[in-house]
């Protein structure tokens, strides 16, 4: 009689991982964040509420991994689709010599996540619950937006060093005139997000950092 091969338990754990990650951000679209709970994240991932606090301390832990794991398959998918051009392609801004097409671009990438029905929900609950609780908030600014941050500071130094942008610039708040404008619209929903709108605030604020004659 053949032997009997062992389960693979890491292969079980992934699989519980992705699932409780899709219940959770399934839930926190379906019905909020406040509304979405440990037990409603189990029952819909099939596990039993000890195998998420086995992993996780509580639901914010559970919901930021399960964004940052999506937010990580999003990039992923987008490098794969990426065929072609100079720069640094999906772990940076790219650096084809032309800083207005190069944020444009990017900017336009960033207005299709947050338009992305997939995307908008966790990450409105995020933000707006980071709000109200600091040590969630800090989390999501410190896994999530720095090192997506620290990618614009990269390219706009690069652009200072190659004499497009002024010396004095500081690109930690330069780079705030290009996303601040974006999420206080997609935030409070003011006007349509839209890359014409991205292309505009490129304009404006590249037109500002330019070296004066």
């Known amino acids: 009689m053949a032997p009997t091969k062992a389960p693979d338990s890491s292969r079980r754990s992934d699989r519980s991982r992705r699932a409780i990650h899709d219940a959770a951000l399934a839930l926190v679209t379906e019905v909020g964040y406040r509304r979405t709970t440990i037990e409603g994240i189990a029952a819909r991932a099939g596990v039993g509420k000890q195998t998420i606090y086995r992993w996780w301390p509580s639901k914010a832990a559970v919901l930021m991994d399960a964004f940052l794991d999506l937010a990580g398959r999003t990039a992923e998918d987008a490098g794969a689709g990426d065929t072609g051009g100079s720069g640094e392609g999906a772990q940076g801004i790219p650096d084809t010599g032309d800083l207005v097409a190069d944020l444009k671009l990017v900017l336009r990438a960033t207005v299709d996540e ?62 705030e005139l290009l996303i601040g404008p974006l999420m206080h619209r997609w935030l409070l929903r003011t006007l349509p997000l839209t890359h014409a709108y991205a292309d505009e605030i490129v304009d404006y604020a590249v037109g500002g950092l330019a070296p004066r004659p």
């Open 114 to 175: 947050l338009n992305d029905p997939a995307l908008e929900a966790p990450t409105r609950a995020l933000t707006a619950e980071g709000i109200v609780d600091a040590k969630l908030g800090a989390a999501f600014v410190h896994q999530l937006l720095d090192p997506q941050l620290a990618l614009y500071v990269t390219r706009l130094r690069a652009a200072q060093e190659a004499g497009h942008v002024r010396a004095d610039v500081d690109p930690r708040i330069a780079l």
